[in-house]
């Protein structure tokens, strides 16, 4: 299993244009999530989907869309992109399962810079 | 190297010894409470979760308490090891939600 994987690994982006980070994972998982993490500020959950064709908000989702038409992808699209949304941005599953729907499986992550 | 964790606090511990690492949490409402470990450059990773009815709970090495009286949960890692080096963050599974929400973190330093 490649377990979560993540692209682009970089991204730099002017002020104003979008564009789509990619997530995928292999194992089924019926729990997704996306969160930033900027330095000394830990991570804050952006988007979440409990499964295909259900998304909902997180604590910051103000900037950026998602949708979840699969069950193994999971993409983050930012509509109009900000030099405060220049972070590293984490995509991660989870199974249902109830006694292992903790334990997420993170991907390495995209490094994106706003320009 | 990963630029996370400027601000964050950092636990200095000799080799050998154990770790405790501390986190104050703020939703009642929250069903489980699960710690991550996050090494330079990677994503995080589960270590133990705890459910929100228990107060103790036990896996290979690690150890979490869960005080709700004063709503504080703590990782103790007994002896610990170079391996053990990371940002090590508290999370909490919010009750009817399926979402995660990230606490602060804390930086485990390891002296040899």
């Known amino acids: 299993n490649a377990g979560v994987t993540q692209t682009p690994k970089f991204q730099v982006l002017k002020t104003g244009q979008s564009m789509t980070l990619q997530c995928a994972q292999d194992m089924n998982h019926e729990y997704m999530s996306w969160y930033r993490q900027d330095p000394g500020m830990g991570l804050r959950l952006i988007h979440y989907?409990?499964?295909?064709?259900?998304?909902d908000q997180g604590e910051v989702p103000n900037g950026y869309n998602v949708s979840r038409s699969t069950t193994e992808d999971f993409p983050l699209r930012l509509l109009s992109a900000a030099p405060s949304q220049t972070s590293v941005y984490f995509c991660a599953s989870s199974t249902r399962d109830r006694g292992k729907m903790n334990e997420q499986f993170f991907g390495p992550g995209t490094r994106l810079t706003v320009l | 190297g990963e630029s996370v964790g400027l601000h964050l606090p950092t636990l200095s511990v000799q080799e050998g010894d154990n770790s405790i690492i501390n986190c104050a949490y703020s939703n009642s409402a929250s069903d489980y409470f699960i710690w991550y470990k996050q090494e330079s450059g990677k994503g995080p990773q589960f270590i133990i979760d705890i459910r929100s009815n228990m107060d103790k709970r036990q896996g290979q090495r690690v150890t979490v308490l869960l005080n709700k009286t004063v709503k504080h949960l703590s990782l103790q890692i007994a002896a610990t090891q170079p391996g053990d080096s990371a940002v090590y963050f508290c999370a909490e599974r919010v009750g009817s939600a399926s979402k995660i929400i990230f606490g602060s973190g804390t930086r485990l330093s390891i002296r040899p």
């Open positions: 989907s409990v499964g295909a064709g259900i998304t």
